[in-house]
């Protein structure tokens, strides 16, 4: 069993950065993939970037080259480095972490971009 906690959402103008932060607390962790999801209000729960357990992350076509994931084991964390934000970044973000078979979700934390 995992629990996922994000932090560090809020309000940013355009171009601006934020960087989001998941605490997973729980046994097994260290031991899974994890990955940064968005959904924007009418619309579908994306991909937005994934780290593997041998350190091989994955990024959506809209965000690559501005948003960086990273993951701590040693701390039990997983980050979210975003930059050069548009509007269209605005979403609820959720963190995720999996096993074969299981996976677990955080409760998300919102990211506003506008002026």
């Known amino acids: 069993q995992v629990q996922l906690v994000e932090s560090g959402g809020g309000l940013v103008q355009p171009g601006g950065s934020l960087r989001l932060s998941c605490a997973a607390s729980?046994?097994?962790?260290?031991?899974?993939?994890t990955g940064w999801y968005r959904q924007a209000p009418g619309k579908q729960r994306e991909l937005v970037a994934t780290f593997s357990i041998g350190g091989t992350t994955n990024y959506a076509d809209s965000v690559k080259g501005r948003f960086t994931i990273s993951r701590s084991n040693a701390k039990n964390m997983v980050f979210l480095q975003m930059n050069s934000l548009k509007p269209e970044d605005t979403a609820v973000y959720y963190c995720?972490?999996?096993?074969?078979?299981?996976?677990?979700w955080g409760q998300g934390t919102q990211v506003t971009v506008s002026s």
């Open positions: 995720k972490c999996w096993f074969p078979g299981y996976e677990y």
């Open positions: 729980g046994s097994g962790f260290r031991f899974s993939a």
